[in-house]
């Protein structure tokens, strides 16, 4: 009985958003019936159209399992990867795919990353530590951080970002103030300051709090309620305002260094 | 140039505290109008208004209220002028215009307070 409801296929419409800049193409909707199963995902229903109906359909995809945050767009007026959204669960007989909001649009669903890249960037999102002697770094010793599994849940969630640009897509201070550095940059930013392996607070602080830092943040929480692996952007951008305004203290014990041979 | 120099968390924490503080002393200032044995609409007839200001308690609680706003209202005005363009001239200009107006504002609420107090 299963085995037979799983073949099921039924047909859908796929409204697929079309255009392409460098050809001054002028935006329109392309139409393409699909058939899905069960479990068909709109990144499938969309190589489906693209390799029988239409092979210039423009999409950006690469792991098909929702981990390098390459198939995001706008699925039926919400952002969505598309890999991660099966058809059925969307309960609609015709599924309108559109590029991210937020972000410049280059061909069809694929937008250019540069800005939000260059966001995440700006925030130095990577270990800073100057307690680590310099003889250590210069000669690449095998050393490591003490971190109790406490320490790492302080952070553990942030760190499970995917880069997908789902939160600054449907952030709307993004929309209107393109100096925001966004929630996926401010949650990394709070990400290693919550790290207790880290010690450049102070340089990351005078990053995010400026004219148009992490103040611009009005705490819609769009960011956290599309984010597909479960990040809480809004919640990290409120606890690193609490520190910035001296409500919550960070008071992390940083980590100490030990050899593997320890 | 940042306002006064100020970091922006040092600028949002007044901002939160103003607010605070408005919200606090505008109770009280209600408060008195409901509770001084007579009506609200009494407690707005002219000569009780006037009353008001040759009372140096309440003389003082209009003027934090009026410096309270201006500053908390001011900056929210800034904050949402501030995210309709991104360029330098324009930050500076809207900052600078922001801080003149509120400047403005309290100076004429004092001048009033000064003048219907007859200190």
């Known amino acids: 009985m299963w085995i037979r409801m799983s073949e099921e296929t039924k047909k859908i419409k796929l409204k697929v958003y079309r255009t392409n800049y460098n050809k001054e193409e002028s935006p329109h909707y392309d139409e393409f019936d699909v058939s899905v199963k069960r479990w068909t995902t709109v990144l499938d229903a969309l190589l489906d159209a693209k390799s029988y109906s239409d092979s210039s359909l423009g999409i950006r995809y690469s792991c098909r399992m929702a981990s390098c945050g390459s198939c995001g767009m706008k699925i039926n007026g919400r952002p969505r990867l598309a890999c991660y959204t099966k058809i059925s669960e969307l309960n609609d007989q015709t599924i309108v ?28 999102p990577y270990i800073q530590n100057e307690r680590v002697p310099i003889d250590v770094v210069k000669n690449d010793d095998l050393v ?25 897509s449907a952030c709307p201070t993004v929309a209107t103030d393109t100096k925001f550095p966004g929630p996926q940059a401010l949650s990394q930013a709070y990400r290693y300051t919550a790290d207790n392996r880290d010690t450049g607070e102070p ?60 | 140039m940042p306002l006064l120099k100020l970091r922006e968390s040092q600028i949002m924490k007044i901002h939160y ?103």
């Open chain 1, 97 to 124: 795919c559109d590029p991210l909001p937020n972000f410049p649009r280059i061909r069809d669903l694929v937008t250019d990353f540069t800005e939000f890249f260059a966001h995440h960037k700006k925030i130095e």
């Open chain 1, 144 to 168: 490591e951080f003490k971190q109790t599994p406490e320490d790492v849940d302080k952070y553990l969630q942030f760190s499970y970002c995917i880069k997908c640009g789902l939160c600054y």
């Open chain 1, 203 to 262: 340089s990351r602080f005078n990053i995010i709090d400026e004219r148009h830092g992490i103040w611009r943040c009005h705490f819609a929480g769009s960011c956290s309620s599309v984010c597909p692996k479960g990040v809480d952007p809004a919640l990290g951008i409120q606890l690193l305002k609490g520190h910035l305004i001296g409500i919550t203290k960070n008071d992390k014990k940083i980590a100490t260094l030990r050899s593997k041979e320890e």
């Open chain 2, 17 to 119: 505290l103003t607010g605070i503080c408005a919200v606090f002393f505008v109770a009280i200032h209600i408060l008195f109008r409901i509770g001084m044995g007579m009506s609200f609409n009494e407690s707005l007839e002219f000569h009780n208004v006037v009353a008001n200001y040759h009372n140096i308690y309440y003389v003082i609680l209009l003027e934090l209220i009026l410096v309270f706003i201006s500053i908390h209202g001011f900056n929210g005005l800034r904050i949402i002028l501030l995210e309709l363009k991104q360029n330098q001239w324009w930050e500076s200009t809207i900052t600078i215009l922001v801080l003149a107006a509120m400047i403005g504002v309290i100076a004429y609420g004092t001048r009033t307070i000064i003048i219907g107090s007859q200190l």
